[in-house]
């Protein structure tokens, strides 16, 4: 959708609120029960700050819920380094003393501790109740978190690179596997992992050296680009250099532009390759989640962030990973593909599926804001392995479900969701909308849905024909979908 925008979905300063740690939290006791205790300490607490004295004494207790609840919204700021060492060591202790049987909790401690003071043992326990939990990138980014400030310590390395590996990415896999000091215990671990990495490595670049061989004799291409754009028939690739300085590779899939045409044929090849086979994992994911993809070209700007800052802004350079606009994908950032990066690739393609299914080109009704990203974050969700949200962001859904303060679908019909009051709570709100009605008759008759208003009904019709409800009545199922245990 023209406009649409891919926040990075930062959370808010100042932690979670007392109503998402009773939601998350309150389990065993009666929903009135845990209500009143939650609201209890809340009340004593704010009346008296907690102290460090008083985290080791919930800590020696073993009274770990009170002890995440007392620290939970407390900036770290505001104590002393030496307090901070206390009230980490206390959260930490937590950490351990759970990770076996209660993985949830012994995150959010290990996060806390983590926030209070970064040591070894704290990271180690972030993230390995990260992976018990099911939430890979957050482990991934404790792990760099722990190979930059402690570079002696050979597990944040070996751990990452086994995470890389897992994830198809040898190249980034060996990076980080030789990071491991050779004295280290994970040495002989990463030794073997590296050589699978290099296999790995190997392997794929020969494989992209013979399609990229294949597509040269195909297209023609040589180190003289022709002037103008070859033909884009077909699946293998052709390239050029257009009047405005970007060189183009394009076929009936996808015609990617980007600069720096200074590249040696060999760097432009590599790079090119490795973009190719990013956009056919998005075409790929996004057909096996919703059962198509989308059937005409579409253009993808690739930029460096200084690029993207000098076309799109400086503000929204430092906002977003990238956006779909003007019918064109726009990644910020891609001089290397990241997960990240990736994981964008797929979202703004869907915002070009929608395009597509709503028929822009030929003056199609766009569909609201919120379903347009709404599908696009179900879809991402779905290729970081999971299908809803961060662990921590389905916290603040649930809080703000109970509390009746979720964003309006409605509200959220026409204006871009990174504008919204809170845009993290925006996204994963209308991604949650999408879920639900995923639940009700698959991507079939979702896509049916957008066909419709892409055909002029109204969206109101169009629900109600395809699902038999009002919007008001998603919102409400949106709520108590959130809002159970």
């Excluded at 977003?320 to 726009?330: E, F, K, P, Q, T």
């Excluded at 389905?394 to 009051?421: D, F, H, T, Y």
Aim: charged letters at 25%.
């Amino acid at each position: 959708m023209p406009g649409s925008a891919r926040d990075y979905l930062q959370e808010p300063a100042g932690g979670p609120t007392w109503e998402d740690f009773r939601l998350a939290r309150a389990r065993g006791l009666g929903h009135t029960a845990a209500r009143m205790r939650a609201l209890l300490l809340s009340a004593l607490l704010s009346a008296a700050p907690p102290t460090p004295a008083q985290a080791q004494k919930l800590a020696a207790q073993g009274n770990w819920d009170e002890l995440y609840l007392a620290w939970a919204a407390v900036k770290p700021k505001t104590h002393s380094p030496a307090e901070r060492r206390t009230i980490a060591t206390a959260l930490l202790q937590g950490c351990e003393t759970l990770a076996g049987s209660d993985a949830v909790m012994a995150y959010s401690l290990a996060e806390r501790a983590v926030n209070f003071l970064e040591t070894v043992r704290g990271l180690r326990c972030l993230v390995r109740t990260a992976l018990v939990t099911d939430q890979r990138g957050a482990a991934e980014e404790a792990l760099r978190q722990g190979l930059e400030h402690f570079p002696k310590q050979g597990y944040f390395g070996l751990e990452l690179g086994r995470l890389l590996l897992e994830d198809k990415d040898a190249e980034g896999a060996l990076a980080v596997l030789r990071r491991v000091p050779s004295r280290a215990p994970e040495a002989p671990q990463a030794q073997a992992l590296m050589q699978k990495a290099l296999a790995a490595a190997n392997e794929e670049n020969a494989a992209r050296a013979q399609l990229l061989a294949i597509e040269r004799r195909f297209s023609g291409e040589a180190e003289a680009p022709p002037s103008r754009p070859a033909s884009t028939s077909g699946l293998a690739f052709a390239s050029s250099v257009g009047e405005d300085g970007m060189r183009t590779r394009a076929n009936s899939r996808f015609i990617v532009k980007y600069f720096n045409n200074a590249r040696d044929f060999g760097q432009r090849a590599e790079y090119e390759g490795r973009i190719v086979a990013a956009l056919d994992e998005a075409r790929t994911h996004t057909r096996q989640v919703l059962g198509e993809a989308r059937e005409t070209p579409v253009d993808v700007v690739l930029y460096t962030r200084e690029e993207f800052r000098t076309h799109q802004g400086a503000a929204l350079a430092r906002a977003v990973a990238g956006l779909y606009s003007a019918g064109a994908i726009r990644i910020n950032d891609a001089a290397e593909l990241t997960p990240q990066t990736k994981a964008t690739l797929v979202h703004e393609y869907v915002h070009a599926v929608v395009d597509d299914l709503v028929g822009a080109d030929a003056g199609g009704q766009p569909v609201p804001v919120w379903l347009n990203e709404g599908l696009a974050e179900y879809v991402e969700w779905r290729y970081l392995g999971s299908d809803k949200p961060p662990y921590s962001l389905v916290n603040r859904l649930r809080g703000a479900a109970q509390a009746g303060q979720l964003p309006s679908l409605s509200r959220m019909a026409g204006e871009a969701l990174i504008q919204q009051g809170d845009p993290a709570l925006a996204y994963g709100t209308a991604g949650m909308a999408v879920r639900e009605l995923l639940s009700q008759g698959g991507p079939g008759r979702l896509l049916g849905l957008i066909r419709q208003v892409g055909q002029g009904s109204t969206f109101e019709e169009a629900l109600q024909h395809q699902y038999g409800r009002s919007v008001t009545q998603l919102d409400e199922a949106v709520k108590a979908a959130l809002s159970r245990r």
